[in-house]
């Protein structure tokens, strides 16, 4: 879990994000296919939509990491629920996409560069331990979701 303070700097620091969201996507997905070229064939040529649903989930990620122990313990809509809608994300990237498992540390790598890149001095320390911590509950959960697939991504 995520603590009330990891929350606070993921809400503030992804606060900043937004207004360079546009830019944000561009920055991962060109770092991304630095680190590994190979990955660009599992994207559309135009990747526009790409972009928006990556900076979406993020959005999403930190919205719902946000809730309260109060609001976690409610029932929430699946719609809502991080870890199913993530569960849902690692699966459908397993089985519609064949995203092989080990590109989960690349792209947190490719995350982490693109929020330095895009948030200079803002990505404190602090701030990159947050977003680590959370790419790190995020990937797990999709890993989980590939595995349940069972395909051969999540062998």
């Known amino acids: 879990m995520l603590t009330e303070d990891e929350k606070r700097i993921l809400r503030e620091s992804w606060r900043l994000v937004a207004p360079i969201m546009d830019t944000a996507g561009d ?17 559309p040529d135009d990747m526009a939509a790409q972009k928006r649903k990556l900076t979406g989930m993020l959005a999403f990620a930190v919205r719902t990491a946000d809730w309260s122990e109060e609001k976690w313990a409610q029932d929430v809509s699946s719609d ?3 870890f199913l809608v993530v569960l ?3 699966r459908r990237h ?14 947190g790598e490719a995350l982490l560069w693109t929020l330095n890149m895009g948030l200079g001095q803002a990505f404190t320390a ?12 995020l990937s797990a959960t999709m890993l989980m979701g590939a595995r349940q697939a069972g395909t051969p991504a999540a062998a």
């Open 27 to 43: 920055l991962f997905y060109r770092r991304l296919f630095e680190l590994q070229p190979a990955y660009r064939k599992l994207f």
């Open 94 to 107: 397993a089985l519609l996409y064949n995203v092989p498992e080990e590109a989960f540390p690349t792209v």
């Open 88 to 90: 849902a994300l690692g």
């Open 126 to 137: 602090e701030a990159r331990a947050a977003w680590s911590k959370l790419y790190a509950l």
């Open 80 to 82: 809502d629920d991080l």
